[in-house]
């Protein structure tokens, strides 16, 4: 658990968080990383949080990249039709969230590229059609033998339904992998990360590809809105990585239904809180990445034409500045 060890009035933080954003390279500071909450940011009001890890270490996300492949890429793409993987592990994650590990075969990685998903299909006794629907793994790209889901139960959502439902021995089919975005060691001097829900996947897997390359010095900030405290999915992975790179990483967190004791924001994401976190639009070399439900797209970025079509910019990112070349829509 992070311990709090001071709190300033937004204002006075704004400058120090916008100097954050505005450098391209990182510089000495504070090794005391930001937990922020977003929403109802006012002009007299709103604290932001200073936190820092006094407990025991949690999972180093950078020790699978330890692991080298041994094997070949079990996802080629192309025509390669769909395989079928073994469920080898469930954990409940919390009241609607569980994490499912596949086998892959024997010395074999994933193979995937960032940013890139698997499309899973499942047809059920009772369907004239099998239901198809993507997932980014949030297993590292190289971990040999597995590939690990990051599955939201959802109401009469056929395929998360039957993958909660899964025991394990049971299979699934497996299909990708599925190019979302190629990104580039160093290719952008900073990366902001919007997302709401499980749209956390695929920005997770940025970060993996970032802060597991030691030659890679770009900055990620990230804005993750979420029901409640419970439904903010790899916030120790998040943790960790404020921790380890407080000059490079900052997280901040909004609950529309917080506890009492919530230090973060409250409400929705607000274009007072992107306009004080993130990265200037008029700042060199920036990519602002979108993720979550149509209520976040439709306030922040506009939602996409198809999987292929990014559609126009608008929302909240068009009103701060930002082009259509500076934003890309999961």
Same mark, same amino acid.
């Given at each position: 658990?992070?311990?709090?060890?001071?709190?300033?009035?937004?204002?006075?933080?704004?400058?120090?968080?916008?100097?954050?954003?505005?450098?391209?390279?990182?510089?000495?500071?504070?090794?005391?990383?930001?937990?922020?909450?977003?929403?109802?940011?006012?002009?007299?009001?709103?604290?932001?949080?200073?936190?820092?890890?006094?407990?025991?270490?949690?999972?180093?996300?950078?020790?699978?990249?330890?692991?080298?492949?041994?094997?070949?890429?079990?996802?080629?793409?192309?025509?390669?039709?769909? $395989?079928? !993987?073994?469920? &080898?592990?469930? *954990?409940?994650? =919390?009241?609607?969230?569980? @994490? %499912? +590990?596949?086998?892959?075969?024997?010395?074999?990685?994933?193979?995937?590229?960032?940013?890139?998903?698997?499309?899973?299909?499942?047809?059920?006794?009772?369907?004239?059609?099998?239901?198809?629907?993507?997932?980014?793994?949030?297993?590292?790209?190289?971990?040999?033998?597995?590939?690990?889901?990051?599955?939201?139960?959802?109401?009469?959502?056929?395929?998360?339904?039957?993958?909660?439902?899964?025991?394990?021995?049971?299979?699934?089919?497996?299909?990708?992998?599925?190019?979302?975005?190629?990104?580039?060691?160093?290719?952008?001097?900073?990366?902001?990360?919007?997302?709401?829900?499980?749209?956390?996947?695929?920005?997770?897997?940025?970060?993996?590809?970032?802060?597991?390359?030691?030659?890679?010095?770009?900055?990620?900030?990230?804005?993750?809105?979420?029901?409640?405290?419970?439904? $903010?999915? !790899?916030?120790? &992975?998040?943790? *960790?990585?404020? =921790?380890?790179?407080?000059? @490079? %990483? +900052?997280?901040?967190?909004?609950?529309?239904?917080?506890?009492?004791?919530?230090?973060?924001?409250?409400?929705?994401?607000?274009?007072?809180?992107?306009?004080?976190?993130?990265?200037?639009?008029?700042?060199?070399?920036?990519?602002?990445?979108?993720?979550?439900?149509?209520?976040?797209?439709?306030?922040?970025?506009?939602?996409?034409?198809?999987?292929?079509?990014?559609?126009?910019?608008?929302?909240?990112?068009?009103?701060?500045?930002?082009?259509?070349?500076?934003?890309?829509?999961?």
């Amino acid at each position: 658990m992070f311990a709090r060890q001071a709190f300033r009035s937004a204002q006075p933080l704004k400058k120090g968080i916008r100097r954050y954003a505005a450098e391209s390279k990182p510089s000495g500071g504070s090794n005391i990383p930001l937990l922020v909450g977003v929403g109802a940011v006012s002009a007299g009001g709103g604290y932001y949080y200073y936190t820092q890890n006094s407990g025991s270490p949690v999972g180093d996300i950078a020790q699978q990249a330890k692991q080298k492949a041994t094997g070949s890429k079990t996802f080629k793409g192309g025509d390669q039709g769909f $395989i079928d !993987l073994m469920l &080898e592990d469930v *954990e409940k994650v =919390n009241h609607n969230t569980k @994490r %499912f +590990r596949f086998a892959l075969p024997e010395g074999d990685v994933s193979g995937l590229d960032v940013a890139s998903a698997l499309i899973t299909k499942y047809k059920g006794p009772e369907m004239e059609k099998p239901v198809i629907r993507p997932y980014t793994p949030i297993s590292d790209e190289d971990a040999v033998g597995y590939l690990d889901l990051l599955v939201k139960r959802y109401p009469n959502g056929p395929m998360s339904e039957h993958l909660h439902d899964m025991e394990p021995k049971q299979r699934l089919q497996f299909k990708g992998p599925i190019p979302k975005y190629p990104l580039k060691p160093n290719q952008h001097n900073h990366i902001a990360l919007i997302a709401g829900g499980t749209g956390i996947t695929p920005m997770y897997q940025v970060c993996r590809a970032v802060f597991n390359n030691p030659e890679d010095k770009t900055k990620i900030t990230l804005v993750f809105g979420n029901i409640g405290e419970e439904d $903010i999915l !790899l916030k120790r &992975e998040f943790e *960790e990585l404020e =921790n380890k790179y407080p000059q @490079r %990483f +900052r997280a901040f967190y909004v609950l529309d239904d917080p506890p009492e004791k919530w230090q973060g924001g409250k409400g929705f994401i607000t274009k007072e809180l992107l306009k004080t976190v993130l990265p200037e639009a008029k700042s060199e070399n920036i990519k602002v990445f979108v993720c979550g439900p149509p209520g976040l797209y439709k306030a922040i970025s506009g939602t996409k034409k198809s999987p292929q079509d990014q559609g126009e910019l608008s929302g909240i990112l068009k009103e701060l500045g930002y082009s259509k070349d500076q934003v890309f829509k999961f």
